[in-house]
C-alpha cells in the first residue's frame, strides 16, 4: 500500500514494543468512535550497509529475511493486541525506510498520528524517543503520544466484525487480574 492515509484514517507506529500496542488499542477506540479507518504502520531498514565489511555473511540477513522478520513483528504486534481476529478498519502496512520519514508520509492528511511512549519519569517531554520527538517536530497532523501501561493489557476483544463495547472490555480486564 503506497497511498497517502486519508482525511478518514488515524496512522500508528508499530514497533512491536508494549507502547505501541497501547497506542494501537487507543487509536482503534478512537476510530471507532469516529467511524474512521486505523493504519498500522512498521517502518523498517535493511541492515547490511550498518553491518561491519569483515562480519561473517552468515550474520548479515537478507533483505528478504529482514522484510519477513518486520512483517512478523507487524503481524505479532496486531494478534497481541486483537487476538485471532483483528477488525475490519484496521489496515496493516509494512514500509521499507526509516521510521521518521515512513511515518510523516503515511501520516500526511489522516485525522492523526498516534504513537506509543516509554514513561521514563521524564513527564516534560511529550514524546518519547528520537522517532517520536522527530515525528513531533515535522509531522502535518497532531501527533498523540499513548503512554506504555505499567503491565501489559488484555487483547481487545472482538464480537463478530465489531470491537467488544468498553463495558465488556473492562469486565474482561477485572476477570483476568
Known sequence: MTELATGRTIVVGVDGSEASAAALRWATEQARALRVEVVAVHAWEATASRVAPYA???????PAEER??????????LRRVFGPRIDDAVHA?????????VLLDRARGALLLVLGRTVHGQFD????????????R???????AVPAPDRPAVPLR??????APRAELLEAQSASR
Open 56 to 62: 561473517p555473511v552468515s550474520v548479515r540477513p537478507t
Open 68 to 77: 519477513d522478520a518486520a512483517a512478523r513483528l507487524l503481524a505479532q504486534t
Open 93 to 101: 502496512e509494512l514500509a521499507e525506510g526509516p521510521a521518521v520519514r
Open 125 to 136: 517531554l511529550p514524546v518519547g524517543g528520537a522517532v517520536g520527538r522527530e515525528c513531533w
Open 138 to 144: 515535522h509531522a502535518t497532523v497532531p501527533v498523540v
Open 158 to 163: 472482538v464480537v463478530g466484525t465489531r470491537l
